[in-house]
């Protein structure tokens, strides 16, 4: 495979179809100085039990490889991890991020700060890698997904690594850096990239005795943002939730509702447990983008349908008016679900309508308002609540595959979250 040098400081990557790598091949007395701080990630024998016979036995012994096959396939099962994650959700056992090492962490954030130096900085999903050897650090990347024909951003890390490791004479001294925005997927068609470049790292250590350890900025879970386990939480449900005592309650309400799917079990009291933490302030803006939001409010314009044709565009006009006014209540600020109802209710009752607008009108305008109003507010507290629950869902996950999968890698991968 070719490698190609970063020609831009910033390349545009449209649509993630093109790639534009970056190969970077340093000695260490040319590498800046946080690079040259070198944290050794290896224990002592008597600490950690580093030594040879130890590896081997820890890492090759057939129990242990087939300890962890017996893992990552059971993880492979999507539909069984997934009730794993949410039966360890409801018993409400703690879930915390698990973050790499100070050590590997810094060694990261200098990785991070070279490679945004020489392409600029960047939040949509990529990955690059980095295989530090004694004398020199090789750097590639970043790449980017192509979701067209379904290769993402870690395959292409996975096939540079696997080229570079054979193409050299290794030592046990090397490591391999994988950076990447979102957590490798635990599910797609093809083997995911978490269970990839775990078999990968077991492979490289095996042949090569390289180390890997893969960072991550968010948690991606199964599928990330398009996780449909919460898709039937609507404000109906939110006010459902709220109104049972418990699943068996929850059940015969529901199903007096007409068009509600009552949720299983397991999702009904993860949500009660989000919604009876607290009320969380949210914010509309971040969902509701200020050239969307007044479709909403596309009913107000029955109003005033059957008015003649002069005092339609009369009536047009000034709704626009007041919709201009009202995007002041879409400021920035986060509130709770009361306070933006509030919020409307006031601008309701205070708005000055035209004095060319009839009574009767401006009663039911303002009337109407303030249930579309009420309606966006609802819908778009329902919205905060899945966004929360799916990111505690991928959270979960992934804190669940690190547990379970390091008591198996824990001489030769190391997996968890960056901080930045």
Known sequence: M?????????????????????YRKRHLRNWSDRVLQHNSLTASCSHSCMCEACVNRRTNHPTACTRLSEQTTSWANTQNSVKKVLEHLKSKQTTDCIFLDDSVNSKFLAFHRDITDECGAEDKQHSWGVIEKQEEIIMYGPYYPNYNNGEHSEDIIVKQTQEFLESGDTSEDWKVYVFTVNSPCLARNTEPCMLTLVHKAQEWWRLYRVKTHIGFI???????????????????????????????????VSEKITDLNPLCKSVFYIAKHLLESGQENFSLISTVQKQDWRSYFKTMSSIFESKPEDEKNLLTQELNTSFEAAEVLLSGKTESFEQYLERGRTFTLSYAFSSLVCDAVQTEMRLRFEQCWREMVQDKYAEFIREKLTDEFNQCTIHLFIKDILQFTEMYLKIGKLQF
């Open 218 to 252: 968010r948690c991606w879970g199964f599928k990330g943002t398009k996780e449909n386990l919460y898709k039937d939480i609507n404000y109906r449900q939110v006010e459902c939730i709220n109104q049972s005592a418990n699943y068996e309650s929850y059940v015969k």
């Open 2 to 22: 070719d490698f190609h040098m970063c020609s831009r400081k910033h390349p545009l990557f449209d649509d993630h179809e093109e790639q534009f790598p970056l």
